[in-house]
């Protein structure tokens, strides 16, 4: 049975071995190792005989490659030394490394892992406050001007996104597609109009290091104070992109979203683009994860294929139909039950 088809007990049973084998490349004495999430990648929680709590996480599904991951390694190190932004910082190995791999026998590969400081407090979740999405903007704002002077060193380099499926292939027209025929052409028709935006932003030249995943379950908030984490899909892009990410996760909270853009502009000026052009990335958003999840090990994730098919089908086909993205659509269907 190869690792896919593992239930999710069985997949974090086999991925903790690697946990603990990679925690032991570092200067820790593990004194206990508690799931944190496991998901697109898996994040253990370690706990250590010292008393301190960091959090490892293991690349499961991501296709980084070492130098991207080196990359992402080395802006965050920067971030937490030229920034106020409340990151997980990598630790450094015994070898002086920010970060290392394990062989997985059940992947048949290295896992690369990164140790991380540790970030104390709650997820924002489905309803932050006005005043915490104005952080969440501010903090978009200072990593994108930290991001615009920032190069990585060496042989780190990230992603550039600049393809409608950025680095991966479009597995959703695939012979093998659980996409019928309506569900691809809508889809076609939406990267359609993506392409356009993404070749119109890259013509701006205005392309620097940026998130890729600003959700409010990349954020955690503790005592007035806001962090962000997973910057595992960080690479170069028009600083748009994030703005457009945040929102989507946020649609139809048009107050969370409103608060957000008022952050940011209390920082730093926004970004030039049309309304048009950000809705576009709003969709584009929907189309990057579906394909992801056809490529996902996650079981559970896996059995919700067929509702997030036929719901992305709705909400894109609305998208089409008035220009606004939305997930509020007649027609949707829970994910789970």
């Not at 959090?55 to 802006?75: D, G």
């Not at 680095?167 to 027209?173: A, D, G, V």
């Amino acid at each position: 049975m190869n690792f896919g088809e593992l239930s999710t007990r069985a997949q974090i049973a086999r991925l903790r071995k690697v946990a603990l084998a990679a925690a032991a490349q570092y200067p820790v004495e593990v004194r206990s190792l508690r799931l944190l999430q496991h998901g697109f990648n898996t994040t253990f929680r370690v706990d250590t005989a010292s008393g301190e709590k960091f959090a490892l996480r293991l690349n499961v599904n991501s296709k980084r490659t070492a130098a991207n991951l080196a990359a992402e390694a080395q802006w965050l190190w920067a971030l937490g030394q030229d920034t106020d932004l409340w990151v997980p910082v990598p630790q450094h190995t015994i070898s002086g490394d920010l970060t290392t791999s394990v062989w997985s026998p059940d992947l048949d590969r290295n896992v690369n892992a990164v140790l991380f400081s540790w970030l104390p407090g709650k997820e924002l979740g489905d309803e932050p406050t006005a005043p915490k999405m104005r952080e969440v903007g501010r903090t978009l704002a200072v990593l994108h001007r930290h991001g615009a002077a920032w190069r990585p060193q060496g042989e780190a380099t990230l992603p550039v996104l600049d393809r409608p499926y950025w680095e991966m292939p479009n597995r959703l027209i695939e012979e093998n597609s659980p996409l019928n025929a309506a569900q691809i052409d809508v889809v076609s028709r939406v990267m359609e109009g993506v392409s356009q935006v993404v070749a119109e932003l890259f013509a701006q030249g205005v392309a620097q290091p940026i998130h890729t995943d600003p959700h409010n379950w990349n954020m955690k908030w503790c005592r007035g104070r806001l962090s962000i984490f997973d910057f595992d899909d960080s690479a170069v892009g028009p600083p748009v992109f994030d703005l457009a990410i945040a929102t989507y996760y946020l649609r139809p909270q048009q107050e969370s979203a409103a608060a957000m853009i008022e952050g940011y502009r209390a920082e730093s000026p926004l970004p030039v683009y049309t309304a048009e052009q950000f809705e576009a990335l709003v969709a584009h958003r929907n189309v990057l994860l579906l394909n992801d999840l056809l490529a996902t090990l996650h079981s559970e994730h896996r059995a919700l294929l067929p509702r997030y098919i036929a719901n992305t089908e709705i909400k894109l086909r609305g998208y089409l139909d008035t220009g606004t993205y939305r997930h509020d659509v007649d027609g949707v269907v829970p994910l789970e039950d």
